[in-house]
């Protein structure tokens, strides 16, 4: 039995020294996953961590007014261009849409003076990150949020981030 300990307490010691992978490799082989079930011909060369920022009940505040100040704005586009083919029924839902918005809006700014800047809840990282395909290499940026268990959050906006950047090898380099 002795005999027997000393070999399960070695390996246990080996086992807990193994070495965490630095966030950019995580996230390299996280993104690369992404971006190979999206385009298999598509590599991540390398992933660059440009900021971490903390993120708090203010900044996912800001974060939330951001994004419903531009549904409303796209809303209002709306708007705007059933006015301008005369569809009353769409012209009425959109200025219901936008009247009730406006409140919400009003609303989402108080919230933002209020908010809790203390409490963390995880990490918004900004990434810069480089893609080959057929030999030809771009440079894009993409956000990443981590929560507090280390947990990468988002999966759906990392693959329309990845998906956008695979659309520019079928531009012309500027």
């Not at 009730?100 to 609303?107: A, V």
């Not at 893609?131 to 759906?156: C, E, H």
């Amino acid at each position: 039995m002795k005999k027997l300990l000393l070999p399960v307490i070695i390996l246990l010691f080996i086992i807990s020294c193994k070495q965490k992978k630095s966030l950019p490799d995580q996230l390299k082989e996280f993104l690369g996953n992404h971006l190979a079930r999206l385009d298999s011909s598509a590599t991540l060369d390398s992933v660059h961590i440009i900021r971490s920022t903390a993120i708090t009940a203010k900044l996912a505040s800001i974060i939330d007014d951001s994004i419903f100040t531009r549904e409303y704005n796209s809303i209002r586009v709306q708007l705007k261009n059933a006015s301008q083919k005369n569809e009353k029924d769409s012209v009425e839902f959109y200025q219901n849409e936008t009247t009730y918005m406006e409140k919400e809006i009003d609303s989402l700014s108080r919230q933002i003076a209020r908010s809790d800047t203390t409490h963390h809840f995880g990490f918004l990282i900004g990434c810069q990150i480089f893609i080959s395909r057929n030999q030809i290499s771009r440079m894009d940026s993409t956000f990443v949020v981590i929560d507090s268990k280390n947990t990468v959050q988002g999966a759906d906006f990392i693959d329309s981030s990845l998906a956008r950047s695979i659309r520019k090898f079928s531009r012309k380099p500027s």
